[in-house]
């Protein structure tokens, strides 16, 4: 699919999302590191960063509280992919124990020391940021061209696909047919809205299209003025 690949090359933009650290949500973030990892191409790390997330969270709801406002960071420099969770409480700082066999907690650290490269607290005047960092298996970064119209899209496609079939995991190793996917569905569902909004949706469609169609030979032609 086009809009995720430019000259070959997949684009893996920076995102983040806030939420509320309760058990419920925690799927629903899973769901959305598969997704992105999966247009990212990276789906070999979806099991091991769908574990980090779960951790994290987990961690958050046993030593803050259920309920606590955090914000899920997503990065990568080519070589690691690096999440971070952040939240408010400056005093519950992550430890890494070596808990008795017997003990019904303690256990979150020591997975995520065993499956992430490296981990760590960060921690500021008024929140902390715990991270974690997985060998991505590439040997340099990757820098990609910017586009703000495809960053917007791909943003709205990403978060679109998150939130759909929310009993069910999105599992496929085809990056390009689930965004397509994802992308049909955002589709029709504006379609939706522009219907209950007393809008043509045939003739919003044609108009979609033929500016579609003028910014391709826009950019055509200054392609072409380039020295």
Known sequence: MAIYQESGCVQRRPWEVPFTAEPRVVA??????????SLWGL??????????????VANVINHVGPGTPVTLAVSTDGAHLRIELSDPDTRAMPTLLAPTSGAESGRGLMILDAVASRWGVISRA????VWCELATGLEVPIEHPRNPRVAQAEMSIVRHGSVQNSETEVVTPLSAAVAEKAAIDLI????HWLRAHGCDPDESLDRAQTRFEAELEAGAVM?????
């Open 28 to 37: 629903r973030v899973r769901r959305a590191m598969r997704l992105h990892l």
């Open 43 to 56: 789906s070999d790390l979806e099991d091991m960063a769908q574990i980090c997330v779960s951790e994290l």
């Open 126 to 129: 008024d929140s902390k940021v």
């Open 188 to 191: 029709a569902d504006v379609l």
């Open 223 to 227: 392609a072409q003025n380039k020295p």
